[in-house]
């Protein structure tokens, strides 16, 4: 194994300071050694040496979870000089990438060789690994999370040792699709994608009692279908959606929900002013502005209406100051053990707080309305899960943990929010 170019000493790695913090800016932490190797040699030195050290150790691809999934007082990782694609399989459809590629890097690589992502969410800046592995997902009532997609990968385990993921080790592959970076830390991902498709999207707007009678037909009928539900006519400001009033049938402005389609088609590319046929990763991202704070839990899809008219509910009687929209989209269950997600189709339902506000009471509120319908939380945003809950609601939670302890005995991987759930 190589010897890494760096030592482990603070403020080594070029570090500019010893404080890191998420791209909204709700986590942050002080780390005692940062580590940005451009290797997978240079990147086991460095989990080797830090273990050596009695160092944790955690990575940090995009900084765009909400959680403190990527706090550490010990060794901070970045991957953005491990970035890529590394090989491509046209054969079987399959990409190799290095684990801090970002998205939108990814698919213009995919876009070059005629194929696509299966599925993308609303933002694809994030690197592939913590996106994946937190349990980013899209829209489609048929499509899973996004890390359904990961057939292989590479682990770094405490003491530099390169574990090879794959369909040969299928229980370790379903416990690594979605583990926020317990298991080791990832270097390189495979993903299964598919051949390029262009999607025609539609956005128009309905008041909230019609889009709940639309429910259930739209879901079905298109690839892709969600809403943002948005309170007053300021709210779709906060997340900086498009006016649609023009394609209103009531005229109102107030309570209404701003819908969106999306289904493969063969027409030819053009954009109009709500609707456009264009490359699939060009029509999934959404531009935002880092003015939020998310909360988002995964609900069994038949409880779907009843869990956001809930919600709604709340925002309208107890929290009128709560504006920002609720997003609402669908994603089908799958395999991976921690998965929000798994075995359980679902909508998501997600509110967020206003960044300087004292917005606690109203997550906490939604959290228990969501909790009544078994709701799971997306792993990369706010949420109130104990151990105990973990327990509760995954049935492969203890599996998992068991598993964990085998790859890292001495927690070298957790903080103090992941020992609360998987310790």
Known sequence: MA??????????????????????????????ARGAPSSEDELCTMV?????????????????????????????????????????????????????????????????????????????SQAIAGALTTGTHGTGATLPVLADAIVGMKLIRPDGEIVVVDETTPDLLLAARVSLGTLGVISEMTLQVTDSYRLREKIWREDFETAMEMHDELAAKHRHFSFFWCMTEQSRHCYCLPDTSATSSSGRTTDVC?????????DEPFTAEFEKVAYSSDVYPIEYIPNFHELEYAVPVEHGKAAVSDVRRLMIEEFPEAIYPIEYRFTAGDEAWMSPFHRQDSVTVSVSGEPGKDYWDYLRAVDRILRGYGARPHWGKMHFLTGDDVTAIYPRADDFRALRREFDPEGVYLNDHLRALFG
């Open 258 to 266: 701003e819908m969106k389609v999306m289904d493969i088609t063969e």
């Open 48 to 124: 080797r040496d830090a273990t050596a050290r009695g160092l944790n150790v955690r990575v940090a691809g995009s900084g765009h979870s909400f959680t403190p999934v990527a706090l550490t007082n010990g060794l901070h990782l970045t991957l953005a000089n491990m970035r890529g694609v590394r090989h491509v399989d046209r054969e079987k459809r399959r990409v190799t990438a290095s684990a801090g590629t970002t998205i939108n890097e990814l698919v213009k690589v995919l876009k070059a060789e005629g194929l696509s992502m299966v599925n993308q969410g609303d933002i694809d």
């Open 3 to 32: 010897t890494a170019s760096h030592g482990m000493h603070v403020n080594d790695f070029g570090v500019e300071s010893p404080f890191w913090r998420n791209w909204v800016g709700n986590q942050s932490c002080v780390r005692a």
